[in-house]
């Protein structure tokens, strides 16, 4: 037998993969919406998961029993009395499930809601007792699941409250004192208002420890369980129905697309919230005003839950190689609306990159200005017109691509173009090698010209300064940092292999865009090795 628990910190929340390794059969119980995790666990130990089963409809987080069933095709398992808005597989109470040798038995439990059941797992069918039991919001480790979540649904917490003290009594409490218990939640759930840090106990360790269990009858039972429990977030009650209905998918390696100052101000206009995920001290130095920080590196989803409108347009602000995380941990509580991130590190659009790379090189020219004299003048003039010239080049590459593809370029549309059409790839290499400041090409010669007139930049021509090595330094620092944003769209030309759709053929390149390009990447290579000419024009 294998039985795995997944315990999500953030959420406090526990699910499940019980298999058996004679059959290769596996059943996930109460899964998150990514589900990545669940499916290269069963894939490693040789696993097919051919069932999802949900211990009731969740109101803390969004269940990902329809992320699950699209990607292996496993039924959706509820008990019974379970009434959800798509396709599932009834569970009746005390029916059992032969996954080979391990047998997992389907116990109704109603109280923490209607639907409640738990999951009785046997390692062998013959066994004298069970291994233990998924309890889900029925029983926790030291408190019991709160009945008065679906007052709002027309459901009594008395009477819910009524019924879970029959089902920890009658149908959990007979069980043998050895059983293991795996509950739903640990502390910091609010899903109850006691639950123990522990994430595993037995039903012999409840049946002495737990304050509930131990009450005497039902009546104090029912006044003590109604009685000071935490205020639900607000985002509770839009989970419970999500979980019910047949909602939208999750793709949780999508990361959100970055977006521009002027896309973060039409998604304000239109309503749209900013969620800042930094560290409150990163916060407090600058943020968007009007932005609301929730750190990342806390219970980020429930607290964005407790204060967003759940029908609102989110936008991120988190550090670079988190946005894929904060989408997906505000996905796991039904926040879908993500419309994007506040950033360019992973932007993937190649315009925007390259419009951010104008800006970075733009700044440059001021190592050169800042000379004051006529070499720095020189140098100036110099880098902006060897720049014109790899930007227009690259630009001209993307204008191609765009469209062949009738839509704006991903860096992934260029994956295989060393392969499918080498003249592209070498052009673009040129392009991007120049812009990067890389020898010999005219983007090195440029940015040396400009270093090289602020390092010699003489006292007469400005008394407070002596030659600006600081700013220099600054800038090769600047530099090499670029290299990263380069090289991210080099490896798609000269390393990636192709994809399916994605590569330009060589018919779609015109003969007049093919002519326009080479002659801009030969100048950039001809200003590199033989720069005099212009420079001596220019100091002219």
Request: aromatic share 10%.
């Amino acid at each position: 037998m294998i039985l795995t628990q997944y315990y999500l910190d953030c959420l406090s929340q526990a699910s499940y993969l019980v298999g058996d390794e004679s059959t290769g059969r596996a059943v996930v119980v109460d899964p998150r919406r990514d589900v990545g995790e669940y499916l290269a666990d069963a894939g490693a130990q040789g696993l097919t998961i051919e069932l999802v089963v949900e211990t009731h409809f969740h109101a803390d987080f969004l269940s990902g029993h329809l992320e699950m069933a699209a990607a292996t095709g496993a039924e959706i398992g509820y008990s019974s009395v379970a009434t959800p808005d798509f396709p599932f597989r009834p569970l009746g109470d005390g029916e059992r499930l032969d996954l080979g040798e391990v047998v997992l038995e389907f116990r109704h439990t109603p109280g923490h809601t209607p639907e409640s059941m738990s999951i009785v797992v046997w390692e062998r069918a013959e066994d004298p007792e069970p291994y233990a039991v998924l309890t889900g919001d029925t029983l926790f480790i030291g408190d019991v699941g709160r009945p008065d979540l679906l007052s709002s649904f027309g459901h009594s917490r008395e009477d819910l409250a009524g019924s879970l003290y029959d089902s920890l009594h009658n149908r959990l409490m007979s069980l043998p004192d050895a059983t293991r218990v795996f509950p739903g939640h640990g502390a910091g759930s609010a899903c109850g208002k006691n639950l123990s840090t522990e994430t595993s106990s037995t039903i012999g360790d409840q049946r002495r420890t737990n304050y509930a269990v131990k009450l005497p009858d039902k009546e104090t039972f029912i006044g003590l369980i109604t009685e000071g429990q935490p205020t639900a977030p607000e985002y509770f009650s839009h989970d419970a129905v999500l979980n019910r209905s047949d909602h939208a998918l999750l793709d949780e390696d999508e990361p959100p697309a970055g977006l521009l100052l002027a896309d973060l101000d039409a998604a304000v206009q239109g309503g749209a919230v900013v969620v800042d995920g930094r560290d409150p001290e990163e916060f407090a130095r600058g943020h968007v005003v009007g932005s609301i920080n929730i750190g990342l590196n806390g219970r980020y989803a429930e607290f964005a839950g407790s204060i967003l409108p759940v029908d609102a347009d989110i936008v991120l602000v988190v550090d670079p190689g988190s946005e894929l995380e904060a989408k997906n941990r505000l996905a796991r509580i039904g926040l879908d609306r993500v419309v994007g991130n506040l950033g360019a590190l992973r932007q993937t659009n190649l315009k925007r990159l390259l419009a951010y790379s104008a800006i970075a090189n733009a700044g440059y020219l001021l190592v050169g200005v800042v000379a004051f004299s006529a070499a720095g003048n020189t140098s100036v003039i110099f880098y902006i017109l060897v720049y014109s010239l790899a930007s227009l080049g690259a630009f001209g590459v993307v204008a191609v691509l765009t469209d062949t593809l009738g839509r704006d370029a991903e860096i992934n549309d260029f994956n295989g173009c060393w392969k499918t059409t080498p003249g592209l790839a070498v052009a673009f290499l040129i392009f991007v090698l120049s812009l990067a400041g890389i020898p010999p090409l005219a983007g090195f010669l440029g940015k040396f010209y400009l270093f090289f007139a602020a390092i010699g930049a003489a006292p007469e021509a400005a008394s407070w300064h002596d030659g600006f090595y600081w700013l220099v330094a600054f800038a090769l620092i600047m530099s090499v940092v670029s290299l990263y944003y380069y090289l991210r769209v080099l490896k798609a030309f000269l390393v990636a292999p192709a994809d399916d759709g994605a590569a330009i053929a060589p018919s779609k390149i015109g003969w007049a865009a093919g002519v326009t390009l080479c002659v801009l990447a030969l100048a950039v290579v001809a200003l590199g090795l033989w720069p005099e000419p212009l420079l001596g024009l220019l100091r002219n």
